[in-house]
């Protein structure tokens, strides 16, 4: 399965026992993947999901909430041929009306009491993701959604995340609303929101391993970008030494430059600090600097010389 499969399946096992909190789990699957409608002054609702723990999760909840048997539908998916698609149903218009009104889902009804607790918003974002949630594999890349056809549905879930400081934001894509959040330790809080404990531990482990990863490439690259310019300057200090040796001979340099030039033609791989505690007596990283750099401005100017 996948990573979001995975926590899914994780969240449908809740052992939530709470009525408030089960009400607002119920509200998040019938906001996000329900289809209520009422024909002729009777109510249906129905449930869509191609999980089908996800579905087991629901008819569980309605089962143990308010008792009411709901019916469960498997069909084929047309697409996807190894997919099948779950519908659960409510038919009953008196258990239909019990349901929506627990969940302030009926008209003039004020849905903000199901979320007034801090415990029922956790619940909510729960019911939410299992009914139209994904997860990208924290291997590949972070991204957490929850997506919704409804605009003043997808602002109320952003609210809901951002009242844990989520920075959870909203994007149109297509005609869907997706509410979504890209970094990677604000999809750690919401898994731990959700009490999918066990997939929080698994992406946080894949977290640090990738930062892990990342700091030491890091390191590499300053490393070698390092060398490389050590590597760089030390074959321009060569070759402005042997300019000078070709052209007027090291004999005419006073006898610290000359030391070091010699050192540097039989060191040229040495680092500034290798070839200072080769000197008799050893000098300072900044003083060969200073010698070196005296030579490469003479050589230059030899070369400059020599065009006129």
Excluded: W
Excluded at 126 to 148: L, T
Excluded at 164 to 171: H, N, Q
Excluded at 282 to 287: A, F
């Amino acid at each position: 399965m996948s990573f979001s499969s995975n926590v899914k399946e994780e969240l449908s096992r809740n052992e939530t026992s709470a009525r408030h909190c089960r009400l607002a789990e119920l509200a998040g699957f019938l906001k996000f993947c329900g289809e209520i409608r009422k024909e002729d002054g009777q109510y249906s609702i129905k449930i869509h999901t191609e999980m089908v723990y996800v579905a087991k999760r629901f008819y569980t909840l309605v089962k143990k909430v308010f008792g009411i048997q709901a019916r469960i539908e498997i069909s084929r998916n047309d697409f996807l041929k190894k997919s099948r698609n779950y519908t659960v149903s409510i038919d009953n218009h008196p258990d239909c009306v019990l349901l929506l009104k627990a969940v302030k889902l009926l008209e003039h009804e004020d849905f903000g009491l199901v979320l007034q607790n801090t415990c029922c918003k956790r619940a909510y974002i729960r019911g939410a993701f299992q009914a139209a949630g994904s997860m990208s594999d924290p291997e590949k890349n972070y991204h957490f959604e929850i997506v919704s056809t409804d605009k003043k549905t997808a602002n109320q879930l952003k609210e809901v995340l951002n009242f844990f400081d989520l920075d959870a934001k909203i994007v149109l894509r297509k005609k869907y609303y997706v509410v979504y959040i890209k970094e990677g330790a604000k999809i750690s809080d919401v898994l731990s929101l959700m009490e999918a404990h066990v997939a929080m531990m698994e992406f946080e482990n894949v977290r640090i391993l990738k930062e892990m990863r990342n700091r030491v490439n890091r390191r590499v690259n300053c490393e070698t970008a390092n060398i490389s310019k050590t590597v760089s300057a030390a074959m321009k200090q060569v070759e402005d030494i042997k300019y000078i040796m070709d052209h007027k001979g090291l004999h005419h340099l006073n006898q610290g430059l000359q030391d070091i030039a010699y050192l540097r033609l039989e060191n040229p791989e040495a680092t500034l600090k290798e070839l200072g505690d080769m000197l008799d007596p050893p000098v300072g990283k900044s003083g060969v600097n200073h010698r070196l750099k005296k030579i490469s401005r003479m050589a230059e100017e030899m070369r400059l010389g020599g065009r006129e």
